[in-house]
Every structure is written in C-alpha cells, then in structure tokens.
C-alpha cells in the first residue's frame, strides 16, 4: 500500500478556494486515491475517489496527473464548516485489491477562518 | 437512507472487564470493516468482513480482540480482557463493492465507538 505525504495544516479564509495537495510517488497501477474529511469526535466522511484524471462531485474536485504521483484535493469557496482534517489514502480498492486496509497518516488540518 | 450505525456511542469500564461494541453497516453492503485510533496514534486497520467470512484480519492487535459476524449483518467487536492501552475510539466501516466492476470502493464510516479503559 503506497505511503502518503499531505501538509500538516493550511490555513484559508471563508469564500477562498481551498487545494490540499497529496504526494503517493509510489502508487501501484491498481491503486485509487480517496479522501476524506473528518470533525472532531466523529467518523471519516468520504469526500472523493478518483484513479485518474479529474473527478467532481458537488463538493469537491479531485486532480490527478498523468503520472499519478500526487493528486489536489480542491475545495471551492469555503467556508468555516469546512474546518477539518481532510486524509489522502491510496489503496487497491479495486478488482482483487485489499479492498478495505486503509492506511491513515496524520492528515492535513484545515482552519478555514472569517 | 441510515449510514454505519455504533454502539455504545461512549463507554467507560474498569481494567479486566469486558466490553462488546456494535455496528450496524448500511443495509445492503456486504463488507464490513473495523478501525481503531488509540490515543495519540493514527487511525488503523483493524480487520474487515466480507458477509460472515473474514477477508483479512492482519491489523487485529492480539487475541484479546474478538470480532464476529454472525449472519453477515451487523458485527460485534469484543475486547476481553480490556487494557489501559485499548482505550480510543473504534470506528466501524462498510462498503457494498464486490470487486467486479471497474470502480474504486467506496467505504463509509460510522461515528464511532469511544471507549475508555480505567
């Protein structure tokens, strides 16, 4: 399972354009990049996945290059909800794959502030 | 729809005891995970069920962790004896993936058991 590199802490104002970025240069061909975000005293919520290119839903944008060795996290205008610990995991959550042992590292803690 | 539901949402018991934690996955998702993060660590891996059957579990600590699921619903995660060193908090997880198509799996947590050993 390939190891991740995120910041430890951004910080960013309500309304600004948020990109966490994740460094995985040692992402396996089989291997989707997830992430999540996660408040104090609950569960880490799924924000997004992606193998390649870009992918968006209606919270976030996930960006991925051609060469999958890192990947931004994009959180349009912000806002103070959005202050969390958001986690980049990459894992063979695919066919055959591990399906299931994530590996958490310490996350990025964002503070998003009036 | 209900996501991953815990229980108990807290719980305190004395060094030696017995404590049994559940989960209820979303209806419907044959897979079912347990995680840990014990206090100052990250978040682990603790095992994971596909149905009734364990698939993998590498990340359980010792064998004074029992986990099951019985019928391939909702799962129970037995800690007995309990250590001081147990306390944390224990996530559970599922996924409906069966590993056949070409999408990643998407895997949903609950918000947690909190457990605290004295």
């Known amino acids: 399972l390939a190891k991740t590199t995120q910041p430890i802490s951004m910080d960013s104002y309500e309304g600004q354009e948020v990109n966490i970025t994740c460094s995985h240069n040692?992402?396996?061909?089989?291997?989707?990049i997830t992430w999540y975000q996660q408040f104090p005293s609950q569960g880490p919520r799924f924000i997004i996945q992606?193998?390649?290119t870009k992918v968006t839903n209606e919270v976030a944008s996930l960006f991925i290059p051609a060469d999958r060795k890192s990947s931004t996290l994009s959180l349009p205008r912000v806002s103070l909800s959005d202050t969390a610990v958001y986690y980049c995991l990459v894992g063979d959550m695919g066919y055959g794959g591990s399906q299931g042992n994530l590996i958490f590292g310490k996350g990025t803690k964002l503070s998003v502030k009036p | 729809e209900a996501g991953v539901t815990q229980f108990p949402s807290h719980s305190v018991i004395e060094k030696g005891q017995t404590v049994t934690l559940r989960c209820d996955p979303i209806s419907g998702h044959d897979n079912l995970y347990w995680y840990r993060r014990v206090m100052g660590k990250e978040i682990k891996f603790l095992l994971h069920?596909?149905?009734?059957?364990?698939?993998?579990e590498s990340g359980m600590p010792n064998n004074r962790f029992l986990a099951e699921r019985t019928g391939g619903t909702y799962s129970t995660l037995k800690v007995q004896p309990a250590e001081l060193e147990d306390s944390g908090v224990y996530f559970c997880?599922?996924?409906?993936?069966?590993?056949?198509?070409?999408?990643?799996?998407?895997?949903?947590f609950g918000e947690g058991s909190w457990l605290t050993v004295v």
């Open positions: 992606g193998y390649k």
């Open positions: 069920f596909v149905k009734e059957s364990k698939q993998d």
């Open positions: 040692n992402i396996a061909t089989n291997d989707y």
């Open positions: 997880a599922s996924s409906q993936y069966d590993g056949t198509d070409q999408s990643g799996n998407t895997i949903y």
